[in-house]
């Protein structure tokens, strides 16, 4: 049930990837759709199918309203790594509850627990990853923690209680989701950890 979901989900982001203007040129990550369909159905194979449903339905409306949920990921992003330029752009992007705002912080705050952990435990294979903290951010480096909270604002408010929910479950039975991420993302190159 859930590589349909996947498929039909990183299809949808791809078109959407493919479309994001990039200050200065297109980047190469644009044009490498094996590695993108890895990495992003890696992380999606770790949600449970009410998310994955939810999260479609909000690509599809997004399609449908004429918007772009990787464009504006990023411009979210832009908020820790280019300040002045987000207070040029904010105000085109869509308001986020105050309630749903608190559950993205909740969900980033253990996420970044989850791969600091992933970091120190697979510290060879990840030092040359994305720094953890939002400290870290700068004009040519987005750290795991933006890059995260950039992509939760833009799902909807189901998908994002969906997600807390999930995430709330998996600290209580000690799963860490970015290990497992991590895992799928080594099993898609024939690799074990």
Known sequence: MKEPLISQI?????????????????ASCQD???TFRIMRGS????????????YLDDLHTAQIEGRNLLTEKYARMMASTHPFEYQQIQDQLPVIATETEKMIEEIVAVNV????DVDRKYYELRRRGRPLAR?????????????LRGELQTYSRKTIALLHAYTVQCQKQGRNLA?????????????TL
């Open 10 to 26: 990183t299809a949808c982001e791809w078109d959407m990837f493919g479309q994001v203007t990039n200050v200065g040129s297109r």
């Open 179 to 191: 290990e497992e991420n991590l895992v799928q993302i080594a099993k898609a190159y024939g690799k």
């Open 135 to 147: 400290d870290a951010d700068n004009w040519y480096t987005t750290s795991f923690e933006t890059y």
């Open 32 to 34: 490498d759709p094996d």
């Open 113 to 116: 627990n989850w791969q600091g």
């Open 43 to 54: 992380q999606f194979a770790t949600w449970p199918d009410d998310a994955l449903r939810s």
